[in-house]
């Protein structure tokens, strides 16, 4: 073909050219190839196009939606049969994933008071009779479902409650927020003792020749900072743990030397009795940074010593 040699037999350009198929191109070329005398040659065959089947839906599911009509109707014939699906499936010579997927769907749209929706319970069912008392209509409403009674963790304690009401002032929703109560008190009574069992037993003193039984001394301890690191060069004044302890022993004393004899005397240890709450060494609400003894259970420890030696 003239065509085919000016494009130099490339049948792509060719065809372009022509406004033809390749394909087309190609029958007519190996047509006339064979037979040179063929003047009109037989027309190529369409190009092959590949389709793919349609595959038959599986289990007899639901092609299309349906109604609410057939999905209540569903929810009918499974409860005249007793709750048996299979056997009203078969009453009614449907396939049993068939009647399943309508009772799902019939589920999903609440109208089946019986089977609510996984995870969901019924909150409220209306329904419109006619004339004569017949139910011609119901509609069901749903929630998720509630969880077990609330109880608050053990270690919190409840920080703040936010509640929604409605317009008469009734609790529609609570939320609850809970904050951790740190470290329980009987860890802390343990560590307590366990630091006691190490310190030798105290000496025993005279006790007063008379007591005042009606007075009651305490000795208030606040601000002791134990912990706390501080270098004299650069803060004017050095303090460590061993500084802290033997402060709290003095002032202790000097107290109990000035105070008349009371039968009973509490010594009461105030707030910031340690200058870093945990091994953070930082302010809690702010995040400054706090020089201190790095050794955070030393200084617990330590601290319990300081409290016991005021005692």
């Not at 997927?101 to 996984?118: C, E, I, Q, T, V």
Request: with cysteine; proline share 7%.
């Amino acid at each position: 073909m003239e065509v085919l040699r000016q494009y130099n037999g490339n049948l792509q350009n060719a065809a372009k050219a022509l406004g033809i198929d390749r394909n087309t191109l190609r029958h007519t070329r190996d047509v006339l190839a064979a037979d040179p005398k063929t003047d009109d040659p037989a027309p190529a065959p369409a190009p092959h196009t590949h389709q793919r089947a349609k595959r038959p839906t599986r289990g007899g599911t639901e092609p299309q939606p349906a109604s609410d009509d057939v999905l209540r109707e569903a929810v009918d014939m499974v409860a005249a049969a007793g709750g048996n699906v299979a056997r009203a499936a078969r009453d009614h010579g449907l396939a049993y994933s068939t009647l399943s997927y309508r009772l799902m769907r019939a589920s999903l749209r609440g109208l089946d008071p019986a089977n609510p929706p996984h995870g969901f319970e019924v909150s409220q069912i209306s329904e419109t009779t006619n004339k004569d008392g017949d139910v011609v209509s119901r509609s069901v409403k749903s929630r998720p479902e509630r969880g077990e009674q609330y109880t608050v963790p053990d270690g919190h304690t409840v920080k703040a409650k936010s509640t929604l009401v409605d317009a008469d002032g009734r609790v529609v929703q609570q939320w609850i927020k809970t904050r951790s109560d740190g470290i329980p008190l009987e860890v802390v009574l343990d560590a307590i003792r366990e630091a006691l069992s190490d310190l030798p037993p105290v000496p025993m003193i005279a006790a007063p020749a008379t007591v005042a039984d009606n007075m009651l001394g305490v000795v208030g301890i606040p601000d002791a900072h134990l912990g706390q690191y501080s270098w004299r060069k650069e803060t004017g004044e050095s303090y460590d743990l061993a500084i802290a302890r033997e402060r709290l022993v003095t002032l202790a004393g000097g107290v109990s030397e000035m105070a008349d004899p009371c039968h009973t005397v509490v010594a009461l240890f105030l707030g910031d009795l340690t200058h870093a709450d945990d091994h953070a060494s930082q302010t809690p609400r702010s995040g400054h940074p706090l020089d201190v003894d790095s050794r955070h259970a030393k200084v617990l420890i330590e601290t319990v010593y300081a409290c016991v030696d005021v005692v």
